[in-house]
């Protein structure tokens, strides 16, 4: 009978036999999939077990330092790599969501690869990928979405020439988080919500500069933190804002004001294909709308996204 338990052990067993003493590289994208993943061969091969996790500039707030320290904390030897500048130069000019896609997707495979050269004698390229994944052949989650969609561009760079291990390959998302549970990962870290590769990048329409990620920063993190802090966050699949491409006026004192407005959206779902808005309290999007408004120089208008999936995607681009 399958239980997380005697899956980690197997696991690990096997993993022990495969990979003897080889060095492992894996990408750490702050997700349970990854991380789940990490813990497991680390748990087998230990410090040869060699991990990166990139900062895109495109994270939540916060994310890349606490994250970092958190995994720091579980004992895992990773090495954080905040290569945000590189990622919004990148970007610089670009509005069209798929070109979005393909320069970070560019900019991850040279961040990562020459950081995988820095691990000498690496033999392996450790995975998160999960079951869904392995039949749909895209990841909705992580780094592994945009490595296999940029396959054929200019050659394989180097890291993806090793060998590939993926310890998770058999596994529903569900069986995931419990196999984290039993190896006493931090249930709030298991209990995430998904977030995209591109991260912000795609929940910023039009063009992306250093002042719009912070905007939209700060207003992500004012609702996110107000669905913990009224217990909604868990009955919520995901959550988000965007910042649109749309100024409208207000008014602040006796001036007007020519601002920006930001779009919140919070889905129910089980596997991202489909999904519904979520029905939150009228006083929490009130207080929330209030905190925004006041809190973030540059918005001065708040909407609720009140569509379901299908016809409309979960995200904006
Ligand atoms: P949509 O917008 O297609 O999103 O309804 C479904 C799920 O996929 C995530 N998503 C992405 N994840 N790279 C990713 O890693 C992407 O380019 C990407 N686009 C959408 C989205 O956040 C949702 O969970």
Known sequence: DWTPDSFVES??????????NDKVVLGLSGGVDSTVAAVLLHKAIGENLHCIFVNNGLLRKNEFHSVLQQYEGMGL????????????????????????????????????DDEAHQIEDAKWLGQGTIYPDVIESVSVNGPSVTIKSHHNVGGLPD???????????????????????????????????????????IRILGDITEEKVRILQEVDAI??????????????????????????????????????????????????????????PYEFLQKTSNKIINGVKGVNRVVYDISSKPPATIEWE
């Open 77 to 112: 030897n990773v090495k954080g790599v905040d290569a945000s500048a590189r990622f919004l130069s990148a970007l610089a000019g670009i509005s069209d969501p798929e070109e979005k896609r393909k320069a970070i997707g560019r900019v991850f495979i040279e961040v990562f």
């Open 223 to 280: 609702f996110i933190n107000g669905l913990k802090e009224n217990n909604l966050y868990d009955q919520v699949w995901q959550a988000g804002a965007i910042l649109l491409p749309v100024q409208s006026v207000g008014v602040m004192g006796d001036e007007r004001t020519y601002e920006n407005c930001v779009a919140l959206r919070a889905v129910e779902s089980t596997d991202g294909m489909t999904a519904d808005w979520v029905n939150l």
């Open 11 to 20: 696991t690990v067993d096997e993993l022990k036999a495969k990979l003897g």
């Open 159 to 201: 890291f993806m020439k090793l060998k590939v291990v993926e310890p998770l390959r058999m596994l529903f998302k569900d069986e995931v988080r419990r196999v984290g549970a039993s190896m006493d990962l931090d249930p709030e870290l298991l209990g995430r919500h998904p977030f995209p590769g591109p991260g912000l990048a």
